[in-house]
């Protein structure tokens, strides 16, 4: 009887009850998503999960944002390399860097990640934490694509940006676990994200404590890298800032392969979302191969792993927060 | 007119307000710190901060609970250390490992730093996280203190207990930034503190993610340590994992002088706080000399840099949660 009442009562809440996700194309992808959120949310399902244990752990590049041509945090260190170049060009110690600084990108993708670590190195280095926000979020604010022309801010995913707010709505935290540099991301989490800087896990540079002659304590970036959170480095990153394992992970490379193997191989309901780039109008199409998001073993094990694949062409019915 | 009728409320609710720091005598400490979090959650007030900046820092050992007549993380590690070479001697590879299992403090205590790392590598190494939080939670459940008898986790202090939940109701987040180990405190920081495990800041241990043959992922501690969290690492951490300066830190030793400084070198209002332990006959009375704990910089310049200096013998009513 309580029960036939409260399903009255769901069914005539029900026509009123926003699609939470309006965004995705009805499918088996956002069918799957929703009967997650469900089965830990309600107190009644053997699933359930308290809020405190309801962790949400997201890669950034082409999970949550554009990463094509190239990961946005090198084009910022493209532009912050050749703007120190110009002013002291002795700074272009090697092939690498002088290749960049010409806009060589060939060269710079052949010199692979060993390449990328000593660009970001050294435009990242020198300067103190605040600086280096303020530095990243001036360039954010100012800089297109270089293929769209589009501020780069607004080249997130709406369905992932509607994704995130579902599951806070939901009593979800919602973290950031990127290969990309901690402060880099931390520089617009909060305002396009609306996720918090103590929750963006990255990838994390050498930083110093030092107090000046004039008694003023600094935090600066001395180069060099001190924590890569990428791959194998993705479930350490997430047990050093979260310090318990998530229900549920979402990436779209092989570089979150083990953030997802990790999260769900706990006990009770897990939930592994791979974003999959095959959407060459709106966006760009690409997976087993190129310089960045290689997406290979994920790929072929994820149904295995039981593992949603979100086929970006067909399960979004919109890309762009401000377009198509 | 409104500010009469305001002040009219508040006179006739007085009465009725609950002190929230009960164990903390009446005088300039624990009015400073009201005077602090009234100024700063006051939206009328020019020092007002919006509760997603009320981050504060608590050292744990000495601050949140005791640590004479050593570091209770290392009466963990001797105890496993002894478990461990009842099983195999051959571990006992270095004098200090040696003097360690023969209970001989004075020998380890002169190895310093290095010593105790050493011992705390060996022990804490060579299992999972989960396996080593297991183990932690286990020992602290059935670990009496040498001196006192009293279950370790029942040494905490009353008044910082209140301190915590004082600020979290005033929403703050209130977070520890250790020189212990980061998987040792969040063993019981949410029991024992109502910290979350991502609150936890603290010295970290080198952790290797791998799959057994069973596919079957593990995070395991392989020895030695990738982060110290104490001194000039303090803020280190703090960046890392908060991203952002807290405006309230407290500390009790030279350990947490840079942790302090940052966070007071902010702009705006900030507060610093040092607990001296000056009571012999309810807890331990130290500062300039010893093992653990040395205050002797802070001692000189906590007046001179605004910081409040707890006298625990003057200032706290009472000590422990269960007595006195
Ligand atoms: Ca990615
Ligand atoms: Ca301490």
New interface residues.
Partial sequence: MRHFVFTAALLAAGPCLADPLPSWNDGASKSAIIAFVESVTDPASPDYVTP?DRIATFDNDGTLWAEQPLYFQFLFAFDRLRKLAAEDESILTSDVLRAANAGDLETVAAAGEAGLLEIQSVTHAGMT?DEFLAESRQWLATTQHPDTGKPLVTMTYQPMLELLSYLRDEDFTTWIVSGGG?DFI?SFADDTYGI???Q?VGT?AN?????GEDG??T?SKEGGV??IDDK??K??GI??????RPIFAAGNSDGDF?ML??TT?GDGARFGLIVHHTDAEREFAYDREGHVGVLDRGLDEAAGRGWVLVDMANDWRRVWPDGE
């Fill in positions: 405190a934490v901690i931390r918090p800087p103590w963006v994390e930083t110093v404590y030092a107090v003023t304590p935090l001190t924590f194998e480095g479930p350490v047990m050093r800032h979260i310090g318990q083990a193997e990790w191989a």
